[in-house]
């Protein structure tokens, strides 16, 4: 069996004296696992192309055990995210929870253009980390079946009031006059930047203004609700955290 196509490299593991083992993020084949043969020795672009944050084009085959990697071309390989340890910590996350959302055999289209897009924003520096890192979790939990319920309060159906809260638990709104005990208080237009994520097209979910302080608010709720349905530490987010101290 044989296959064309583009993919990111999310993953990659030496196996071996000189080997490489990757993790394809792709449109038409959800993840992909390949062998990457004498990946140490090759001065070629096969190696920059098989490297981690790779965009390339990929032709693969079918071995017994395995996918191979046959010839690799590189379309992208963000080198920019190298300049800055925050923005190279935050890329990992962002490919380990990619990892967590999708699956072998399963097109991910809208997740491949959203961990680009990101990575792209990543290495051009115009919006802060923080909203990037907010749009990436609560879009990739969407497209991973996690959408939360934010069109209206959860307990009486209010589209909105001055005052919200969000259940980063249940993933769920309510309104002021439906507080529920555990969930984070919010003013409006931090949920309305959710509705925004979570709803509007793929080229324009980036495309919002919040204050400073109502960041950091979708930054923290975004956060909670990803760990809620992860159950489980990603390093790389881990490692991010400590860096800010």
């Not at 991973?144 to 993933?171: H, K, Q, R, W």
């Not at 980036?206 to 390093?235: H, P, V, W």
């Amino acid at each position: 069996m044989r296959r064309t196509t583009k993919g990111l490299v999310i993953r990659e593991q030496t196996i071996g004296e000189s080997d490489r083992l990757v993790t394809l993020l792709t449109a038409d084949f959800g993840l992909v696992k390949a062998f990457v043969r004498r990946a140490k020795q090759i001065k070629s672009r096969m190696n920059s192309a098989t490297t981690l944050f790779a965009y390339s084009d990929f032709s693969l085959y079918k071995s017994k055990d395995a996918f191979v990697v046959d010839d690799a071309v590189p379309a992208e390989v963000f080198f920019g995210l190298r300049k800055d340890i925050d923005r190279l910590t935050l890329a990992q996350y962002f490919a380990q929870l990619a990892y967590e959302m999708s699956a072998e055999e399963q097109p991910e289209e809208e997740l491949l253009r959203l961990t680009l897009n990101s990575l792209h924003l990543l290495c051009k520096g115009e919006k802060k980390l923080a909203q990037i890192k907010a749009v990436f979790e609560f879009r990739a939990l969407c497209l991973g079946g996690y959408m939360p319920s934010v069109l209206a309060c959860d307990n009486c159906g209010t589209y909105e009031t001055e005052i919200m809260y969000f259940d980063t638990l249940e993933g769920r709104i309510y309104c002021e006059n439906c507080p529920k005990a555990g969930a984070v208080m919010l003013p409006k237009n931090v949920i309305t930047a959710v509705r925004f994520i979570c709803l509007t097209e793929p080229s324009k979910i980036f495309s919002f203004s919040l204050s400073d302080e109502n960041i950091a608010l979708l930054a923290d709720i975004a956060e909670k609700y990803t760990m809620s349905r992860i159950q489980r530490k990603l390093s790389a987010l881990e490692f991010y955290k400590g860096l800010q101290g």
